[in-house]
């Protein structure tokens, strides 16, 4: 399989922010394991992060006839982001929405997702094990 994994804002500052709700790894460290994770199981992934909301939605409409399934981290704009919603909305390859922390267990702001309605699944809550427990949907 073909799969992406897109990181909106904030995530690049994995590693640097926050250290006991992210952990300390970098997000290229990170995705240097979910490629050797991936690679493993004979699947290939690429790696897309912005922290520009039109940007993710760009990536997302990009996706379409390219990749079979997308792992979606996109930080802060889960909580708000319609455009990124309706990005989802408009192609058929299949998200899963991921997210680091648990966000049910944290400010109350955190606990609602515009996106889960429009994705998949969603896993969250084991740190950079998240995207992996994601990515493995597709192929399981
Ligand atoms: C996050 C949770 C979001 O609430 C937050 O804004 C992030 C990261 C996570 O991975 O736990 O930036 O998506």
Not at 8 to 28: F, H, I, P, S
Request: charged content about 25%; some cysteine; overall charge neutral.
């Amino acid at each position: 399989m073909k799969l992406l994994v897109i990181n909106g804002v904030n995530l690049g500052m994995t590693g640097r922010r926050e250290k006991g709700v992210y952990g300390a790894q970098t997000l290229d460290e990170i995705n240097e394991e979910i490629r050797a994770f991936c690679a493993e199981k004979g699947h290939t992934v690429d790696f897309f992060r912005s922290d520009l909301e039109g940007e993710v939605c760009r990536a997302i409409h990009g996706a379409q006839g390219k990749y079979d399934g997308i792992a979606l981290n996109a930080g802060a704009f889960t909580h708000y982001s319609y455009a990124i919603r309706d990005a989802i909305a408009s192609v058929s390859v299949p998200v899963v929405e991921v997210h680091m922390s648990n966000v049910h267990a944290r400010e109350e702001f955190r606990k609602k997702s515009v996106l889960t309605e429009v994705c998949r699944g969603e896993v969250l809550g084991f740190g950079k094990n998240s995207y992996k427990l994601a990515l493995e949907s597709f192929w399981l």
